[in-house]
């Protein structure tokens, strides 16, 4: 029996549906479904119920899936006691909030590979809550983020970084007192889904300020690309290991500030990849206190 079978039965119970996988895994919809009628055909019994629009696993297929995710784990650490800890090899992807893509993770990334150059690695940029669920449904292997509300039994964190919140504006803009600037100059938002949006309305919701955001923005990098071109002002957080083009702005303090974005390692407990993973947050955290003591 093929383990990619098993890995797309997986998909699936976690996807919901072919049409998902497919988009995930980037197949047809067909080849999809052409290997689930081979998986079928090798144990001989039915895992779906056909009767509807699409296909949906039934009680058998429900009942195989944790058992055929203990074969995949199984398979995917066949050789961990045999090279130990010594070589670290094969695909691993990284999801990664986009704020650390330009500083963070390269630099975490190549001191990592420096010391296990047979590792390949793919970043998958996103929102936290995104990647969150893609951990969750095991689409990435760990991702760096902003802390979750809620951290359900079957996953690990590993935070590294509490960043205060600043009000960021261009280097032309001279003035400093952080309250007129908001009533005066137009206003940069994150999108409410993005973690660090819901941390500046909570600030500004605490001080009662109201503003007028003159452009929402998806990403923290974006707003800072905003930002530099002088088209309004953002309250964002101090990036541990930011790039050229927010370092080269104005951090301003903000008063009465309780709010912090706490930034971690999220991954499966079960994961194969656990060692990895580990191995990942500790090459992060040394990156944030080299960067820290740059600045000392």
């Not at 650490?77 to 695909?91: A, M, P, S």
């Not at 927010?246 to 060692?275: C, H, M, Q, T």
Request: aromatic share 4%; proline share 5%; net charge negative.
């Amino acid at each position: 029996m093929s383990i990619s079978l098993l890995k797309t039965l997986i998909a699936v119970s976690d996807l919901g549906s072919f049409s998902a996988v497919a988009k995930e895994m980037k197949l047809s919809q067909a080849a999809v479904g052409q290997q689930m009628k081979r998986l079928e055909q090798t144990l001989n019994v039915a895992l779906f119920d056909r009767t509807g629009n699409t296909p949906e696993l039934n009680s058998l297929a429900n009942a195989l899936v944790p058992k055929a995710r203990a074969v995949v784990h199984a398979y995917d650490t066949l050789l961990d006691e045999v090279i130990g800890n010594h070589v670290l090899f094969g695909e691993f992807t990284l999801g990664a909030v986009a704020s650390t893509i330009r500083g963070l993770v390269p630099l975490s990334i190549k001191d990592l590979l420096l010391s296990h150059p047979e590792l390949h690695i793919r970043v998958v940029p996103g929102l936290s809550g995104d990647l969150h669920e893609q951990v969750e449904r095991g689409a990435v292997d760990a991702a760096i983020l902003s802390e979750p509300a809620r951290i359900s039994k079957d996953l690990q964190w590993h935070p590294f970084v509490r960043e205060e919140l600043v009000l960021l504006v261009s280097a032309e803009v001279e003035e400093s007192d952080p309250i007129e600037l908001l009533s005066t100059l137009p206003y940069v938002a994150h999108t409410r889904r993005a973690a660090v949006g819901m941390l500046a309305d909570k600030w500004l919701l605490r001080q009662k300020i109201s503003v007028s955001p003159s452009m929402e923005m998806e990403s923290l990098a974006s707003c800072t690309s905003m930002v530099s071109h002088n088209l309004g002002i953002s309250i964002v957080p101090n990036v541990c290991v930011p790039d050229q083009i927010f370092a080269g702005l104005r951090k301003i303090p903000l008063p009465d500030s309780e709010e912090k974005r706490v930034l971690g390692v999220l991954n499966r407990a079960d994961s194969s990849k656990i060692r990895l993973t580990k191995l990942l947050a500790e090459k992060v955290k040394n990156t944030v206190e080299a960067h820290k003591q740059i600045l000392q």
